[in-house]
């Protein structure tokens, strides 16, 4: 398997969590500026060229739940990342559209509005993504008061696409200190060996991050 990725990119690392998780080998085609070749490669894969994509022998995957739900399928390994009770299974998949659409979709439009030229700037849209972000954390506060993981005691795809979504959110947004549930929840994540990998592996990239990268995590 080959995976079309860069490490510092949050979908990726949600991606990496259950290779790393499941243990699945697979080869890295890292997509930096200047790897013209690889980037064509990634395009005619992908021509919305969103990052990560799989490629397993001769079949293409988009979309990061669907590659996990792929790997889950096809390399199950030591962790099952989607449960095989289809109403267990469908909280998982509730929990990670929620971190995917009210966490990585606010944390990314302030993380792009930084990468813009000022003039082109979007001061109104960023601050409802900063409003949007503070009735999530909320919410999750009182959804993880009782839970170990996003979607109750095992680890999931839902803890996959939550991983990168809060560290990140919590550097451009921080989760406040009133949410002591959500905040020891993310130091969990962080603490989870397949996510400190992929911290570790993106370490060197933060000098790119287009606010400032708070020093810790
Ligand atoms: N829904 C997609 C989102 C992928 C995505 O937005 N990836 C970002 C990197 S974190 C990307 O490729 N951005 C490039 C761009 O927006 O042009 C998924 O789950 O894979």
Partial sequence: MKLYAHPFSSYCQKALIALYEHQTPFEWKLLTFGSDELTAEHAALW???RMPVLVDGGRTLVETSIIIEYLDLHYPGPVRLIPKDPRAALEVRMMDRIFDHYVMTPMQKCVFDALRPPERRDPHGVEEARTLLDKTYAWLEGVMAGRTWAA?????????????S????????????????LRAYRQRLLARPSFARAVEEARPYRAFFPLDAPDRD
């Avoid at 005691?153 to 991983?163: E, G, H, K, R």
């Avoid at 809060?166 to 549930?181: G, R």
């Fill in 47 to 49: 021509p919305l060229q």
């Fill in 152 to 164: 109750g005691t095992d680890f999931s795809l839902a803890d996959c696409a939550a991983a990168p």
């Fill in 166 to 181: 809060l560290f990140y959110a919590d550097w451009v947004h921080p989760i406040p200190p009133q949410h002591a549930q």
